[in-house]
């Protein structure tokens, strides 16, 4: 069987206005631990304006797909597969060889995709594997956050910062989000952060200090710069930075020495499918979590399929909450 489709592909590092094009693809039968969907949503954020500028490291040149998560219906299927045409599921897609969401059908690697929870919509799903499959990495995986701890999470209303604050609380944490407007730091609020601050406070490391009781024991860092050096301070002793990205565009700068008289820790997080029974325990989960309603993508701004490039241009500074995009009713 081939399937044709349109996608939206990047053909030229830059503004994406001009560099992300839209053409028609041929989908072959799917390889093993793969299986095709016809795309209903995509999520979106910041990796596709890194993709965009040429900043992302582990893609090439162009042209390749852009789109690393989608919510479809499946139409074929890898061998050996588990899933059965026309289920609905959730997943990562095979972005990183150059097949991406923004399209009309989309490969999803079998091992990061479930069925969709039941209390998700399209929209939800498709909002939600990269964002709360980083936070599992960097909060469960690397972090070890156990329940009674206080974590820290930094771009606390973008999509990885709200996945962390919902799988913090349903993890027993008492969360404290930093975000920069006031409008970021209510949304914090809202989708339950127990505390939120602004990374613009003229001390942030006392604002922190005081919300944790003394001090965090893990920060969930995905800005780095001079905000995630600054929540260091703020660090308990026996406390875990977890470096998840550098929205800021610098990772946090640490001090060996400071690391040593105070007794921390950082870790480094890549979410990616270290082994077959890591993937399944992570993606159980979250499944579970989600199903019990203690985690639903907090949907933001949701934008047409003919808008990929206008939207990609806009998450360099994104609104509040999980940006999507809608491909197919």
Avoid at 26 to 41: I, K, S
Avoid at 86 to 113: M, N, P
Avoid at 155 to 184: D, F, H, M, N, Y
């Amino acid at each position: 069987m081939v399937t044709e489709g349109l996608a939206w592909r990047l053909t030229a590092f830059g503004d994406p206005r001009t560099g992300v094009r839209q053409e028609k693809l041929r989908y072959a039968d799917p390889m093993a631990g793969e299986v095709l969907v016809r795309a209903r949503t995509a999520g979106a954020g910041y990796p596709d304006a890194m993709m965009a500028a040429g900043a992302f490291p582990l893609l090439g040149e162009p042209p390749f797909g852009l789109g690393e998560e989608v919510c479809g219906d499946v139409v074929a299927v890898g061998p050996g597969s588990r899933f059965t045409v026309g289920d609905r599921i959730l997943g990562i897609t095979a972005f990183l060889r150059g097949w991406g969401g923004y399209a009309e059908y989309a490969y999803v690697r079998e091992g990061s995709a479930i069925p969709v929870p039941a209390p998700l919509t399209d929209e939800e799903a498709g909002g939600f594997p990269i964002a709360y499959r980083t936070a599992y990495a960097g909060l469960v995986e690397r972090g070890g956050l156990t329940a009674g701890e206080q974590l820290v999470v930094l771009g606390g209303a973008g999509s990885s910062g709200v996945a962390a604050i919902q799988l913090g609380k349903a993890l027993g944490a008492t969360v404290t989000a930093v975000a920069g407007s006031p409008e970021k730091v209510a949304f914090c609020r809202s989708i339950g952060a127990d505390h939120a601050v602004s990374h613009r406070d003229q001390d942030l490391a006392k604002e922190l200090r005081g919300a944790t009781g003394g001090g965090a024991d893990l920060v969930f860092d995905v800005v780095g710069g001079e905000t995630a050096g600054t929540a260091v301070r703020a660090l308990a002793r026996h406390g875990r930075i977890a470096i998840v990205g550098f929205a800021s565009g610098a990772p946090v700068a640490l001090d060996p020495v400071d690391m040593l008289l105070r007794n921390y820790t950082a870790v480094g997080v890549l979410a990616d499918a270290h082994s077959p029974a890591g993937e399944e325990a992570a993606w159980g989960r979250l499944a579970e979590l989600a199903e019990q309603g203690l985690l639903r993508t907090p949907v933001g701004k949701v934008w047409s399929f003919d808008q990929v490039p206008d939207m990609i241009a806009e998450q360099t500074t994104p609104p509040p909450g999980k940006i999507v995009v809608k491909i197919a009713g």
